[in-house]
């Protein structure tokens, strides 16, 4: 398990093993936000729910890049197009989903938010190569960059891109499942 640390303006600033969270609270440099419901650590000199985020008491550290889109993965994209196929709706595993080019690569389409969507292989062999226009169905939803409500730094984007962080990190770093333009 991990903790979210923040620094004393609340920017997100750090993803620590909860070990270490628990070291910063219990030597009063940081105060709990939140903790994971049901999960205590019991030890000696401490007894208490794990931290899931953490305020530092005393560092005003503040990151240098910030960003407010989301790197363009597979899985960004899955979770964007909520696991459907844009083009029939159905639902498709993470590992068993294609990539269309809305404007297809041999038409100068390039592999990026405003062009890719995800697909089912049936919808993506019968639309081949074909432009959006002369394709059977069209497209659920257009596709877009999607980006954070507020800028975050780079580091921790990326570190948590992949995965859908804990809910309790929500209102700290904004990292909606649900992806809106």
């Known amino acids: 398990?991990?903790?979210?640390?923040?620094?004393?303006?609340?920017?997100p600033v750090s993803i620590v093993p909860y070990r270490r969270a628990i070291t910063l609270v219990v030597s009063n440099k940081a105060i709990v936000l939140e903790s994971y419901?049901?999960?205590?650590?019991?030890?000696?000199?401490?007894?208490m729910l794990i931290p899931s985020v953490i305020?530092?008491?005393?560092?005003?550290?503040?990151?240098?890049?910030?960003?407010?889109?989301?790197?363009f993965t597979r899985k960004n994209v899955y979770i964007r197009d909520?696991?459907?196929?844009?083009?029939?709706?159905?639902?498709v595993g993470l590992n068993s989903f294609s990539f269309d080019h809305v404007i297809p690569r041999c038409r100068?389409?390039?592999?990026?938010?405003?062009?890719?969507v995800i697909c089912c292989m049936k919808c993506n062999s019968?639309?081949?190569?074909?432009?959006?226009?002369?394709?059977?169905r069209p497209l659920l939803r257009q596709p877009f960059a999607p980006k954070l409500d507020k800028?975050?730094?780079?580091?921790?984007?990326?570190?948590?891109?992949?995965?859908?962080?804990?809910?309790?990190?929500?209102?700290y770093v904004y990292w909606n499942v649900i992806l809106e333009p």
């Not at 909520?82 to 639902?91: L, S, V, W």
Request: charged share 25%.
């Open 1 to 11: 398990m991990e903790s979210l640390v923040l620094n004393l303006a609340a920017t």
């Open 108 to 116: 100068g389409g390039l592999s990026r938010w405003e062009n890719i």
């Open 151 to 171: 800028a975050a730094p780079a580091h921790l984007v990326n570190k948590i891109a992949a995965e859908i962080p804990h809910i309790s990190w929500r209102d």
């Open 82 to 91: 909520h696991g459907r196929c844009q083009y029939c709706g159905r639902k």
């Open 55 to 71: 305020q530092c008491t005393q560092s005003d550290f503040m990151p240098k890049r910030y960003v407010n889109i989301l790197p």
């Open 37 to 47: 419901p049901d999960t205590r650590v019991r030890a000696a000199s401490v007894d």
């Open 126 to 136: 019968e639309k081949g190569s074909k432009s959006l226009s002369k394709y059977k």
